[in-house]
């Protein structure tokens, strides 16, 4: 089946700083989302983003199908960012999402 | 954006009792939801998914006779843990996939499940 890594595993970062967060995976997708787990366990949908660049606020992400590879940049890092972004791909023949391993955020006030 | 909601958030039961967990999109209409389990600090595992009138299609590994989902209608999927026990407290956590469109998937708020 698929495979998606996430990196960097962990990332402290210090408030006010930017971030960059990767997803590769291994195959063609139909789709991809980015998502951030906030500590009390709810997946908030971020971006749905199988190809080009989005924006929403301070995040915004971009993925190159091509090259099977999404990156989702945090600027202004607030303490409430804090958390597990995982993203997670969809391929129709699956007909389901496959996680990536996640990164752990923590913004230090 | 599409709202899921998951009822109980918190669940403890003694070891042999059955559990059910609910699932409902409340704004659109889902003719697949997913099952998933995470475990502390790891990924999201799909347990099994759910199509609307049909049978479940489960994961390799995950028992069916053990996790009994239905899902009746287009807007509810429910999971039933079958004679818990403690290797099954777990967060559980359900997705529905908007009927028309682009196969966006959105997440319910979880269900921690210990099980004494």
């Known amino acids: 089946g698929i495979q998606v890594e996430q990196s960097p595993p962990d990332l402290i970062l210090q408030e006010g700083a930017n971030s960059t967060l990767r997803c590769n995976f291994s195959d063609s997708v139909n789709n991809l989302q980015w998502f951030h787990q906030n500590p009390w366990g709810q997946l908030i949908n971020l971006f749905y983003i199988p190809s080009g660049t989005k924006q929403n606020g301070r995040l915004s992400a971009t993925t190159v199908a091509t090259e099977r590879y999404s990156l989702l940049y945090i600027s202004s890092s607030q303490t409430t960012d804090s958390g597990v972004y995982f993203c997670?791909?969809?391929?129709?023949?699956?007909?389901?999402?496959?996680f990536g391993g996640g990164t752990r955020v923590l913004v230090k006030p | 954006g599409a709202v899921v909601s998951q009822h109980p958030s918190r669940v403890i039961c003694k070891s042999g009792t059955s559990v059910k967990i609910e699932c409902r999109s409340l704004?659109?209409?889902?003719?697949?939801m997913f099952w998933y389990r995470q475990f502390p600090k790891q990924s999201l595992m799909l347990m099994a998914t759910s199509n609307e009138g049909s049978k479940a299609t489960y994961e390799q590994g995950v028992e069916k006779d053990k996790f009994l989902i239905n899902h009746a209608s287009l807007t509810l999927s429910t999971l039933t843990v079958t004679s818990a026990h403690p290797e099954d407290s777990s967060f559980y956590i359900c997705?529905?996939?908007?009927?028309?469109?682009?196969?966006?998937?959105?997440f319910g708020p979880g269900t921690r499940l210990t099980v004494l």
């Open positions: 997670a791909v969809f391929k129709a023949a699956g007909n389901k999402l496959t």
């Open positions: 997705s529905a996939r908007v009927l028309a469109g682009q196969n966006e998937q959105f």
């Open positions: 704004d659109f209409q889902a003719t697949t």
